[in-house]
Each structure stands twice: as C-alpha cells, then as structure tokens.
C-alpha cells in the first residue's frame, strides 16, 4: 500500500479495499484512547479521500450509532459500547470470577488480573486492586501482545504445539523491556516449563519490577478458556512470599474453574 505525506493513498489502497465496511472500519481504528475525539476533515485527510467521501462514512456511521457527533468532533457511539458489553458479558467468566479474584487480592494484597487470548492478542477482561497498587500497563480493556507477561504465556502454554507455532508466526512479537521473550524458540522452551511446572512467574516483561504470577481457567472440554494472575513490585515480594502467591493463584485458578464446569461453559 502506497503512503502520501504520511496517509493512505486513495488511488492505490482504496482501489484494493472498497466495500463500505472496509471503510467504515478504517474510520473506527483511527479512534484510540490517545485519540478519542477527530473532526471530519482531519479523518478524511487521514484515510486520503475527498471531504465530501468522508463526510459521508461520518454520515452513515452516526446514524447507525457506531459513531456520535459532538461540539469537539466525532466520537466512538453508543453501539461500539453496547458490542463492548455483549462480548464481555459472552464470556461468563466476570461474574464467575469476581469473588474468587477479590478473595485472591485480599489474601496475597496485590493486584489481581482476569485475562483471556483474542486472537494474537491477550485482552484484560476484569482487575480487582488491593491496599498496594502499583502502575501496569493491564487495565480493563486493555489489548496487549501474545508474547509478554505471566499471563499471556499461561494462556499459550495449554495450546497444541502446532497452535503455538503459527500464532508465534502470525501475532507482531513486541518488546516491552529487555526481560521480554521475543524468540519463538525461547518462548517455546519457556512454555514447555510452564506446562511443566502448572503456571506461569515472570519478572519485568511487561512492566519493568513487575513479578507476575499466572495460572489457567479450564472449561468443561479441559480447554483454557482465561488467566488469573497476580502482579506486584518484585522489590516488595521475598522467594517465600513468592511461593505463597503461585500456590494462592493455582487455587483460585482452580475455584474460578471449578465455577465454570459447574455451568457447562
């Protein structure tokens, strides 16, 4: 796809990509926490089409409610957040995992996180604070690579091998900090161990300081359907607390799991 100035070129990448939905999704990707809010003109000039074509995406996005207008410019509308909802709500595990994650936050004081795979990405569906907060880069909603993080590997390791290696190929392997495994062979060998061994301990993939803890949900078939891990300043977590944590954390793996066989999920 060819760039002009720094934007999508109408005559090539819209030549290949023209159906309406093609456009109207590259109309909801501009939108980012970072930039929540874009005028009509600025989303046109960004895709490299006439204001008069933008403007009419613009058009048929409000009216189906995916995007709203405002004073300060275009915005995500309500039915991005009602999809938002039936996703989340899809999953069951939420509600199912709430009180185990609080008890599990209350027992160990730290931050406890609910995460499951997307694709090639790890989303975090729910997070439960305790007394000692500390600054991550998982919060609710939050989309991250499939490669970094306690969590994300504890979501890998159950995979079959073959599952593994494509989606080692496909997702974009991303480096947050030197800890972060971003070989294919190394994160093969390390997920290995964590079969092995029943969960995951990291140490400043994601976030630099951060132990994280991780063990898996299972549904009905056996299959691991979530994460639940723990995620503290390593600073702050001696090698006996440490132990304490990963026996807490496979508990609550457990109890959580425990929860959705009993619902056939």
């Not at 613009?58 to 300060?72: C, K, N, R, T």
């Not at 702050?236 to 944590?245: G, L």
């Amino acid at each position: 796809m060819s760039y002009v100035s720094g934007r999508k070129s109408e005559s090539s990448g819209y030549r290949e990509r023209n159906s309406t939905a093609d456009r109207a999704l590259d109309v909801l990707t501009l939108f980012t926490e970072e930039r929540p809010v874009w005028s009509g003109a600025e989303i046109s000039e960004e895709l490299g089409v006439a204001r008069s074509t933008g403007y009419r995406y613009l058009s048929s996005l409000v009216q189906s409610g995916f995007m709203a207008e405002g004073d300060g410019g275009y915005q995500l509308g309500p039915r991005i957040f009602q999809l938002a909802r039936v996703a989340r709500g899809r999953i069951g595990l939420v509600e199912l995992a709430m009180p185990v994650m609080q008890e599990l936050a209350g027992q160990v004081e730290e931050t406890v996180l609910l995460t499951r795979r997307s694709g090639t990405v790890v989303v975090c569906l729910e997070r439960v604070e305790a007394h000692r907060t500390i600054r991550l880069s998982y919060e609710v909603g939050h989309v991250l690579p499939i490669n970094a993080g306690a969590a994300a590997e504890a979501l890998l390791a159950w995979l079959p091998p073959n599952e593994v290696a494509q989606l080692l190929r496909d997702a974009p392997l991303q480096r947050f900090t030197p800890s972060t495994l971003v070989d294919p062979k190394m994160i093969s060998e390390r997920l290995t161990q964590i079969r092995k061994d029943g969960y995951a301990m990291t140490r400043g993939e994601i976030d630099p300081d951060v132990l994280g803890i991780a063990a898996p949900i299972r549904g009905y078939d056996d299959s691991v359907r979530a994460a639940v891990s723990v995620a503290a300043l390593s600073s702050r977590v001696s090698e006996k607390q440490a132990k304490a944590m990963t026996t807490a954390v496979i508990e609550a793996a457990k109890a959580i799991t425990d929860r959705v066989i009993d619902l056939g999920l």
